[in-house]
């Protein structure tokens, strides 16, 4: 069996950056499978730009489509690069519903949760790798960087801030599958820690096979 990693974060926390930097260093010695969510594969790529592209909708309904993408993600991509042996770097996973969903759109935790255990089967990460930086700050980079922004990158600063705060209280929950790296360094400097850990995580999980 492999090794499940997800990444975390705010808006221009540096995910994506960081994660593809992370599997070049990896690769080096191991079977890596990048992915990110929403999308992965085809029918959860199409409700991705349902999702980042398209009009305000409801909370629920967004809820929703979340987790049936991160269903077809799950059972077409990860489990079976699980089953190879791959070490699975994705980008974003349940915890996003929680924390955007659940907090930021005030729909409630725990029903965001009831959906998503239903859609994961108990396939939590082995590890979640939360990249923390302040979301004033992770916009700010935004903007400078110029990246085009998506429904959810538009939303106000209070719902940013909703964010930050919910994956705090996730971080509190499940302190033993969280490491937490301060993103508003370097990039480089991120990267390496970022390796680090997770080369720990695979030592940790060949003592234990």
């Not at 990249?131 to 990246?147: C, M, V």
Request: hydrophobic share 40%.
């Amino acid at each position: 069996m492999g090794l499940f990693i997800t990444f975390e974060g705010p808006e221009g926390s540096g995910k994506t950056t960081v994660l593809h930097a992370a599997a070049a260093e990896l690769e080096k010695a191991h079977h890596v499978v990048t992915t990110r969510e929403p999308g992965g594969v085809e029918t959860a790529e199409a409700i991705r730009n349902i999702l980042l592209e398209g009009d305000a909708m409801d909370g629920r309904t967004e809820a929703l489509l979340f987790a049936a993408a991160r269903r077809e993600h799950l059972v077409q991509k990860v489990l079976p690069a699980l089953d190879s042996g791959a070490i699975v770097l994705c980008d974003r996973f349940i915890d996003s519903s929680l924390a955007y969903q659940g907090y930021a759109r005030h729909i409630g935790v725990e029903g965001v949760e009831r959906i998503n255990d239903f859609a994961i089967e108990g396939h939590y990460p082995d590890m979640t790798i939360y990249l923390d930086i302040p979301a004033a700050l992770g916009r700010e980079r935004i903007a400078a960087n110029q990246r085009e922004q998506n429904r959810l990158d538009k939303e106000d600063h209070a719902f940013h801030d909703r964010v930050v705060a919910g994956y705090q209280q996730l971080i509190a929950r499940h302190p033993e599958r969280y490491t937490v790296v301060d993103a508003s360094r370097a990039v480089d400097d991120v990267v390496t820690d970022v390796v680090a850990v997770i080369r720990q995580q695979i030592e940790k999980k060949s003592l234990e096979n």
